[in-house]
């Protein structure tokens, strides 16, 4: 998915819905989406399958980013591109927004030149 950067928080405690199910991640970043190149049937169910467009009421996705690399040159207003896992409604800290991390095969964040 590509999209621009609306904000980044670095160590963004993400919580689930019990009281000791949370995640801190290095980085949690809100993305305004401008292009899908590929989804999930269940981010297409989620979010519908037209992604581009603008009369949608969902452009907006958080992402969960744990690699170690930091990401101090991402900016506000930067275009990136994001693959990772998307998991749907659970009581953990890892639901409706994409996973960026080591455990998740092919998860990958890669800020566009700006």
């Known amino acids: 998915m590509r999209g621009s950067v609306i904000s980044i928080e670095k160590n963004y405690a993400n919580h689930g819905m019990g009281l000791y199910f949370y995640h801190y991640f290095r980085y949690y ?11 999930s049937d269940t981010l297409s169910y989620t979010f519908g399958s037209s992604w581009n467009d603008t009369s949608s009421p969902v452009q907006i996705i958080g992402i969960g980013y744990d690699y170690e690399t930091d990401l101090s040159e991402v900016e ?15 009581e953990t800290p890892y639901s409706n927004i994409i996973t960026v991390m080591p455990t998740v095969t092919g998860s990958s964040l890669i800020p566009l030149p700006k």
Do not use: K, P
């Open 29 to 39: 970043i809100c993305l305004s989406i401008t292009e899908v190149v590929w989804s």
């Open 76 to 90: 506000v207003g930067q275009t990136i591109e994001c693959t990772g896992h998307y998991r749907l409604y659970t």
